[in-house]
Every structure is written in structure tokens, then in C-alpha cells.
């Protein structure tokens, strides 16, 4: 755990309220169905908790721990290249809601924060929410301009994807 500050304000937004997006900041916000029931409920919380999803996707995931926890300092590498030091804020594990989200540290491409939230509704829907709220801080992720947005749109859809792949023939439904 380093004591490296957070590059942004307010920290812990995402925690209370996915959609909520700080002035300054631009929003994201995909929600893929999973499927349904406490089997793929429960399958889909432990592959975000423990960065399963993540590697999964075949991002690098560089930390100590081996899953997420307040304080937990942790960089994803993308494409091999681009290294994105974040620290963990807040997690749920909860009967029908378990996730984290990060917040990013000096030498991210961007300045914010991300959550990723599995929820299970009334009706037993299991869902994956990445919310998140960003503004480009390198000088490679403002160039970017709309094609960077695209890529963050892309990556949230993919984790959709590639965590509903993780849970195939858990589903009731």
C-alpha cells in the first residue's frame, strides 16, 4: 500500500451512486445482463472481486493482493504498453450487490475514478455495471480525443462480455 495521493476529487463518488459524474469530469456507464440466479450471481462477484475478470479479458493486473480491498494499490497494464497505477476505494460484498472501484494515481492516462458492480435484482437479473467518471491527464489520452472515449466504451462493454463468457451454464434462465 502506498501513500501516493489520488489525482482527482472527490474521491469515493462512484460508491453511493454509479451515475453520478463530478463537473469537469465525462461519464461512463454500461450495463450488460449476466444471466440469472445466486449461482451465476455469486460466480460473477468472485471473478471482479479477485481480478479474475480483468485477466480474463487479458489486461495486466499488477498487485500484492489477491483481491480487491480499500487501499489495495494496483496497476493494469493495456496492450503491454500503457501502465495504469490506481488504488482501490471502496468494495461491497453484499447478498445481492459485490464490486470495488479504483481511483486513479500520478501516471494514469486518466484522472477519476471506476467501478465494477455485479447486482442481482428483484427478479434474480444478474448485472455488471462499470460506471465511471474520467478527463484525460497524459498527453497521449487528450490527443485521443473521441477515439479515447471509444476505447473506454469498448473496455466496459468487454468486461460485459467477457464476464458473462465466466458464468456461461450458470444461469436458471
Known amino acids: 500500500m502506498s501513500s501516493a495521493p489520488f489525482t482527482y476529487e472527490p474521491v469515493g463518488t462512484t460508491r453511493d451512486d454509479l451515475t453520478s459524474c463530478p463537473p469537469g469530469f465525462r461519464p461512463l456507464h454500461v450495463r450488460t ?3 440469472e440466479g445466486e449461482e451465476v450471481f455469486r ?3 468472485e471473478a471482479v472481486l479477485t481480478w479474475e ?3 480474463a479479458l487479458g489486461v495486466g493486473i ?6 480487491a480491498a480499500p487501499g489495495v494499490d494496483v496497476t493494469v497494464t493495456l496492450a503491454g504498453v500503457v501502465k495504469a497505477p490506481c488504488r482501490v476505494i471502496w468494495t461491497a460484498e453484499e447478498p445481492r450487490r459485490a464490486g470495488w472501484a479504483y481511483g ?6 486518466e484522472c477519476g475514478e471506476e467501478a465494477f458492480v455485479v447486482d442481482r435484482t428483484g427478479d434474480g437479473t444478474v448485472w455488471l ?4 467518471f474520467s478527463r484525460p491527464a497524459k498527453w497521449y489520452a487528450r490527443a ?3 477515439a479515447t472515449r471509444g476505447l473506454q466504451q469498448a473496455y466496459a462493454r468487454r468486461c460485459g462480455t467477457v464476464l458473462k463468457r465466466l458464468c456461461a451454464g ?3 434462465d
Open 33 to 35: 445482463r449476466l444471466g
Open 43 to 45: 460466480r460473477a462477484a
Open 53 to 55: 475478470m480483468h485477466r
Open 62 to 67: 499488477d498487485t500484492e493482493a489477491g483481491r
Open 104 to 109: 486513479t494515481l500520478e501516471g494514469h492516462p
Open 129 to 132: 455495471t462499470v460506471a465511471a
Open 144 to 146: 485521443g480525443g473521441p
Open 170 to 172: 450458470l444461469s436458471e
